[in-house]
């Protein structure tokens, strides 16, 4: 009987950490992805300038070209609907939401490069060596496991205008 006992408790043991390792591996999976798609997405809506500034030398985003970049990349590389909600194959529950966006560049005010950017508020500071783009981005991790983390991911890039 003890040897009975023993064994269950063993194979609940196993059973136990095989969800917690496959809980792990989900988790660290959508970290990647998040961080890969944000990653691209701030490339994408780097290169969204405008034309006119550039005729000058200087380089000013067109900031409504690149959010709609950013959230085209996101809905790519998440497998997102076009209205933002992710498909059933995907990894995450819920749309993923920008918190936080801003744009430094020759347009800013008192702009001069290299420039120690710090927003407080959002935990971000970074010194940057040419106009840049800023995205702060929030999404609900999947639980598949009862001991899961129940909450949200944020996830921040800082892309910087690719220069020669």
Request: hydrophobic share 40%.
């Amino acid at each position: 009987m003890n040897r009975v006992l023993l064994l269950i408790f063993v194979v609940l043991l196993f059973l136990y950490t095989t969800g917690f390792q496959a809980d792990r591996y989900i988790t660290v999976t959508t970290h990647n992805r998040l961080k890969f798609a944000i990653n691209r997405g701030g490339h994408d809506a780097s290169l969204q300038i405008s034309k006119e500034p550039l005729a000058d030398g200087q380089i000013v985003f067109d900031r409504t070209a690149a959010r709609r970049a950013f959230e085209a990349t996101l809905q790519v590389n998440l497998q997102l609907r076009p209205d933002g909600t992710p498909y059933a194959e995907s990894l995450l529950s819920r749309a993923p939401v920008v918190v936080f966006e801003d744009y430094v560049d020759d347009a800013t005010p008192g702009a001069v490069f290299p420039l120690s950017y710090v927003q407080e508020s959002q935990q971000i500071v970074k010194v940057l060596r040419g106009p840049a783009v800023i995205y702060k981005v929030k999404v609900k991790l999947p639980r598949s496991h009862a001991l899961s983390y129940d909450g949200d991911v944020y996830k921040t890039v800082v892309y910087e205008y690719p220069f020669p």
